[in-house]
């Protein structure tokens, strides 16, 4: 008789990573160093310590430094960047635990900016009040796995997760294949936590990690979801030069030379790095009224890259982008046409103050469960709190989960696994390789992103289109089961693309559920923020195969920002 060892690699661990990147290895150096004894085990698409956002620039730390005012930044955020959608306590409690994380990379051997006389560098946060900001270098993560190994934590590489194995209400592991060999994984865990990021789409290239692969294998598992209309991030790039851009968006302006951030966002206070709503709607506008094209035109000092500050791979990149900006970009002094393409950035797994799902036996950290936290309120997340946040968020809530789930699983049994559901899994992951399948995954998302990305769909939102992009997306999910495969590679594609369909459902029926603007959710049809009907956070779940929309009420008179008159 045919048993489970004979459909794959069946691996049993007491606690299962899902992703390797800056969220999955602290997860496992807290949980090692909660529980020694525990076996850890983190499971990468690619290879851990290089994959992930965090390795593509490394980048901002956003933090409190310990003579700063939690109140008053609490205060600011609340305010004027969650508006009052956050989780006040838990926003509380991450900032508290900011600076924690800052000594936590200096303990692992990781590279911050120094002064001259090797001083830890801060600079006082332009995003936020009372935050300070220092750098980090692009190998952040090295140290850190290699601390995580030193602990005893193991690492297996090339295996995309497709799947959360379950026993009633209780996830029990997951399942997956080898990228490179094709081979069928079983992974039989106590606890799980999901470090694999958030959802981008694959519109930009640095973004490419999110896929929210962790997001759909939790939907589909039952769990919640929150703020998933808040997964709609755009920032502005520049045309034909070397993905410069994004960062400044004070200095576009019109054909007619008008500064469009002083037209669109005047008096504003601070507004992060990535594109506000009212001024993405006014570049629009400027180049539907014919004052196009919008340019990006900083004054020279801006484009300076990073100072030096002990940062050697970071100067490396920034000198080696500023090498091929010279030799292949636009001739100094041109004018910089600007695109405005979605970043994504769904991450709306619903998860408690010690970052543990709706479903017992599964944590969700870092990118997964940014905006689903509610930590940062009405803001795509990252950069939610502020830009400097996604690693913090990412370091901090895996230093609440690690030790959540050592300790859960010290207190649980392994639980055996059932031979038909495993067998019914790998032939449903591996249907796309079977012959007579028509639909490529690249035509899939192409389609996807005809829908997600552009700015009438996502940003600017209305019934009638939203609508629209249900449909459109509803029609892509139809086709998914013709997706086809001619190796593992694709494989891993055509998974990209389901997780990917479904980030994309959560968000529009969200976004159409909320009749109200607020942050970076706009409504063209309910202009306005309605605090009498809205402060409620939109909660999806699967129930019987149809997506679930329900409201729960922002616990408002318990927290100690509370609305102002
Ligand atoms: C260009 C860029 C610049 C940024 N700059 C900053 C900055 O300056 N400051 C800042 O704080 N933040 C910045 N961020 C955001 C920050 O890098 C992220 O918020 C953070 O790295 C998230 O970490 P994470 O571990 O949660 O997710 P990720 O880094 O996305 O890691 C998830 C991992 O899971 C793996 N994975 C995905 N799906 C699967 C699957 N199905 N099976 C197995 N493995 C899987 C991925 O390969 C990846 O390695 C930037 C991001 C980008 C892209």
Known sequence: MATIEDLGVIISTDILIIGGGIGG??????AKGENPEADVLIVEKQTTGWAGKATKIGGILA??????????????????????LNDQDLLSKYIQSSYRAIEDFIEWGTKLARTPDGKLLAFPNNFAPELSMTFIDIDLMLPIRAKARKMGAKFLDKIHVVDLLKKANKVIGAAGFNIVTGKFYIFRAKATVLANGSCGYKVRRFWVAGTGDGIASAYRAGAEMRNAEYGNLYGHTVYQDTDGGMVGHQFLFNSKGENLAQKYLPNSGPTGVFLPVPLAVGLEKEAAEGRGPITFAPPPAQGGGYPKMGLPKLNDWSQRMAEKEAKYGLPPGTKREIAIPLHGETSCIKVDHEMRTSLKGLWAIGDTSYAGSAVAGAVCSPPGITPGSGIMFAVISAAWAGPSAAHYAKEVPQNGLDYSETKNLKQAIFAPLQSGKSFLPGDAIIALQEVTAPIKYNLRRNKERLNKSIARVKEINEKLPELTAKDSHYLSKCHEVKSMVLCAELTFRAALMREESRGSHFREDFPNRDDKNWLKWIILKQDNDRMKLSTQPVPIEKYKIKMSD
């Not at 290895?25 to 807290?30: G, P, R």
């Not at 933090?63 to 009052?84: C, M």
């Open 25 to 30: 290895l602290v997860a496992a150096v807290k």
């Open 63 to 84: 933090f409190l430094g310990p003579n700063n005012n939690g109140d008053k930044f609490l205060d600011f955020q609340v305010r004027s960047s969650g508006f009052y």
